[in-house]
T-cell receptor, first 114, second 112 residues
Framework: GAVVSQHPSWVICKSGTSVKIECRSLDFQATTMFWYRQFPKQSLMLMAT?????????EQGVEKDKFLINHASLTLSTLTVTSAHPEDSSFYICSAGGPNQPQHFGDGTRLSIL | SQQGEEDPQALSIQEGENATMNCSYK?????LQWYRQNSGRGLVHLILIRSNEREKHSGRLRVTLDTSKKSSSLLITASRAADTASYFCATDASGSQGNLIFGKGTKLSVKP
């Protein structure tokens, strides 16, 4: 079946650092990918829709200058958390898949900002 | 924004028993999907039920959908300890690109 690979799986870094997370579709092309955030013991919240070759669409309340999304190819989307602070610590998960179809999720990235 | 509620928030049962989880949503949908998440991991797709379907089965899983009540249920029969996980419903709203709106989830614990 379709596989989505997310890297890294765990990041610990100092406050003020920028962190890049990669999401790759391994055996299919994805013109659209989605980035979600999950706080401990909570559900997933959509952050943004990543569109290949165009600007990402951000959900209300998500700072686009804080969470930079690049979708430069049909198999790769990246999320960069710029100047990360402790409140950005969370579990970030990407998914890919077409409308009205099952979504394929990466294994997530646990981000801890000290 | 959160689509709706799931209940119960937590469910603890013995191996062999059935587990039922419910989900409600608010908007028109193309489909409703159920996912499983083991602690600290990504989501695994379990089953997708389209808006024109009322019931769907996959192995020990049975999903129902009532669009008039905007609700769905997931039944896991003959549960196993390995079924211990969090279960989320998610809706694919009409007109969406595939982005999902998740319920709050049910944490299932199956005791051996």
């Amino acid at each position: 079946g379709a596989v989505v690979s997310q890297h890294p799986s765990w990041v610990i870094c100092k406050s003020g650092t920028s962190v890049k997370i990669e999401c790759r579709s391994l055996d299919f092309q994805a013109t659209t990918m989605f980035w979600y955030r999950q706080f401990p013991k909570q559900s997933l919240m959509l952050m943004a829709t990543s569109n290949e070759g165009s600007k990402a669409t951000y959900e209300q309340g998500v700072e686009k200058d804080k969470f930079l999304i690049n979708h430069a190819s049909l198999t790769l989307s990246t999320l960069t958390v710029t100047s990360a602070h402790p409140e950005d610590s969370s579990f970030y998960i990407c998914s890919a898949g077409g409308p009205n179809q099952p979504q394929h999720f990466g294994d997530g990235t646990r981000l801890s900002i000290l | 924004s959160q689509q709706g509620e799931e209940d119960p928030q937590a469910l603890s049962i013995q191996e062999g028993e059935n587990a039922t989880m419910n989900c409600s949503y608010k908007t028109s949908i193309n489909n409703l999907q159920w996912y499983r998440q083991n602690s600290g991991r990504g989501l695994v797709h379990l089953i997708l039920i389209r808006s024109n379907e009322r019931e769907k089965h996959s192995g020990r899983l049975r999903v129902t959908l009532d669009t008039s009540k905007k609700s769905s249920s997931l039944l896991i029969t003959a549960s196993r300890a390995a079924d211990t996980a969090s279960y989320f419903c998610a809706t694919d709203a009409s007109g969406s690109q595939g982005n999902l709106i998740f319920g709050k989830g049910t944490k299932l614990s199956v005791k051996p």
